[in-house]
C-alpha cells in the first residue's frame, strides 16, 4: 500500500495485468466504493481514499481471483448483494440510524398499509374511548399511569407515504455521519431529548395529540450541523450540503406563515422550531464541552 500525494486518492492497488479490470470495476462500484485506476509503466493501480476502502477493495479482489467466470457473471448480475452489503455494513457502524429507520418503516407501515387505528398505541396521549370520537386523556394521565413511550413515539407515526419518505431520507442523510463521528450513544440520547422537546412543545402550543413525524428530528440534525459547521468547518461530518440545510430553513419559515393550510395541509411547525431549536442548544453544549476538554487536557 502506497501513499499517494493526489488529494482524491491516496491508497494505490497494483492490479495484476491478466485480471478483466473493467468487470472488477463494476463489482466496486455496486458495493459503493469510489476508485480511480492509474495505468503507468510500474503497471496498473486502483486507488482510492481511505484505509477501510482499501482493506474492503483488497478483501474483494481476493475473492474475485478465485471466481469462475461463470460464478464472477453471477456475483456482477445479482444486485442484491450489494443491498445485502450496505444494509449490513449500516446496521454495524450506525445502529441507532438502521434501528430509527427500521421502526419508522414498521409503524408508519402498519398505520399506511394495515391499520390506521394502531395511532392510539404510539399517539402522546392516549383515547379516551375510540378514535372516532376524538377524545383523549391529558397528558398528566400519560405520566401517571407510566406510558413515557408515547413522549417520543410520535416520531415514528407518519400519515402518508410521501411524508414518510420525505422524513426518513433526510433524517438518514444527516444523522448517519453523526453517528460515525459522535458515537451511537450520543446520538441515542440526542434522537431522543430532540423528539420528546419537540413532541411536547407540538402537543402544549397546538393543543393537539394526533401528530407525528420525523420531521423535528430531521430540524433538530439541521440546527446541529449548522451550527457545528460555523463552529468546525474543516470536520467532513459537519459539512452537508448548505444549500439543502438553508433550504430547509426557508421551507419551515415559509410553513410557519400558514400558507400550507389553504390546500388543507397542516404542518407541526412548533415540532419544527422546537426541534430546530434543541439542535442549536445541543450543538452549543458540544462546543463548551470541547473547548474544556482543549483547555483542560
Known sequence: MNKQENKEAVFSFQVDDQVDLAAFCQLLWKHQLRHRVITNEQGRFLMVATSEHMVQVKKLYQDWSTMSSKDRASVLADGSAAWKARIAESAVNCPVTTLVSLITLVISGIM???????????????????????????????????????????????FSLLHLVFDLVIVIYLMRPLERRLGSGLILAGFLAIGICSNLVQYYFANAVLFGGLSGIAYGLVGFVLVMQWAFPDVSEWAGNRGFLIAMLVFLVLYSTGVTEIVDLHIANAAHWAGLVSGILLAGLMIVKLNRKKLHP
Open 112 to 158: 399506511l398499509l394495515l391499520n390506521p387505528g394502531v395511532v392510539r398505541w404510539f399517539s402522546i396521549a392516549p383515547p379516551l374511548e375510540s378514535l372516532t370520537t376524538l377524545g383523549f386523556e391529558p397528558l398528566s394521565q400519560t405520566f401517571a399511569t407510566m406510558q413515557l413511550w408515547r413522549l417520543i413515539t410520535p416520531v415514528f407515526m407518519h
